[in-house]
């Protein structure tokens, strides 16, 4: 009896160490990622600067820009959804800056309601650069007739609307019109569950700390009765 005791002991001291190690190693994940987070937030709201000449989708996401020309072509319609309005979409279109011509995410509009032209004049805008990955093997595909997308997919956009393969999302709001909202950047949508892994690990460390403990009592009470 005296031996399988030490053996539960130390199973139990062994288990208990490995949820507390998995516990902690969440917290530094945590924090990991809430700096991420910060770096991510600071570079979209930092002051615009003009459109890089070949933007890097790894280097250059999220890079707020500012950029002078008028938008052009037909109007992409993604289809999306937004906290508060329901289903609707983003709309992309094409957008002239000088010798360039890249996407621009005007924002989003609730379903239902009608497209706003976008103004006609030379109109400057800032944003930010995006190359979202919004798109799976479950993703439909789009109907090219109607202009009607399921996911921002930057490369095929672009080769729809005869533009670089660069998308900015608008920040600000110049020659908005109608029911058309902004939807800019933000990091809302990056997941961050470090947190709740940690308090999941913890609670099971607690857990398999109580359970041990009970058993090492039940078999420490059951040696002594039988060495009685």
């Given at each position: 009896?005296?031996?399988?005791?030490?053996?539960?002991i130390?199973?139990?001291?062994?288990?208990?160490?490995?949820?507390?190690?998995?516990?902690t190693?969440?917290?530094?994940?945590?924090?990991?990622?809430?700096?991420?987070?910060?770096?991510?937030?600071?570079?979209?709201?930092?002051?615009?600067?003009?459109?890089?000449?070949?933007?890097?989708?790894?280097?250059?996401?999220?890079?707020?820009?500012?950029?002078?020309?008028?938008?052009?072509?037909?109007?992409?319609?993604?289809?999306?959804?937004?906290?508060?309005?329901?289903?609707?979409?983003?709309?992309?279109?094409?957008?002239?800056?000088g010798?360039?011509?890249?996407?621009?995410?005007?924002?989003?509009?609730?379903?239902?309601?009608?497209?706003?032209?976008?103004?006609?004049?030379e109109?400057?805008?800032?944003?930010?650069?995006?190359?979202?990955?919004?798109?799976?093997?479950?993703?439909?595909?789009?109907?090219?007739?109607?202009g009607?997308f399921?996911?921002?997919?930057?490369?095929?956009m672009?080769?729809?609307?005869?533009?670089?393969?660069?998308?900015?999302?608008?920040?600000?709001?110049?020659?908005?019109?109608?029911?058309?909202?902004?939807a800019?950047?933000?990091?809302?949508?990056?997941?961050?569950?470090?947190?709740?892994?940690?308090?999941t690990?913890?609670?099971?460390?607690?857990i398999?700390?109580?359970?041990?403990?009970?058993?090492?009592?039940?078999?420490?009470?059951?040696?002594?009765?039988?060495?009685?």
């Amino acid at each position: 009896m005296r031996g399988r005791l030490i053996g539960v002991i130390v199973f139990a001291v062994a288990g208990f160490a490995v949820l507390v190690a998995l516990g902690t190693w969440q917290v530094r994940r945590l924090h990991w990622k809430e700096g991420v987070l910060a770096q991510i937030e600071g570079r979209i709201a930092a002051a615009p600067v003009a459109l890089p000449d070949a933007p890097d989708p790894e280097a250059d996401k999220y890079l707020a820009v500012a950029l002078k020309g008028q938008f052009a072509g037909p109007v992409l319609r993604i289809q999306s959804a937004q906290e508060g309005y329901g289903a609707g979409y983003h709309l992309v279109q094409g957008f002239a800056s000088g010798t360039r011509r890249v996407m621009v995410d005007r924002g989003f509009i609730p379903q239902g309601a009608p497209i706003p032209a976008a103004p006609a004049a030379e109109t400057e805008i800032s944003g930010n650069l995006l190359w979202p990955d919004e798109k799976d093997s479950f993703t439909p595909d789009p109907d090219l007739a109607t202009g009607l997308f399921y996911a921002r997919d930057v490369p095929e956009m672009a080769a729809v609307l005869n533009t670089e393969p660069v998308l900015v999302v608008r920040r600000d709001a110049a020659g908005q019109a109608g029911a058309l909202m902004l939807a800019p950047v933000g990091t809302d949508g990056i997941p961050n569950d470090h947190k709740g892994y940690a308090i999941t690990w913890f609670a099971l460390a607690a857990i398999w700390l109580v359970m041990s403990g009970g058993l090492i009592y039940r078999m420490g009470k059951q040696g002594k009765g039988e060495l009685a």
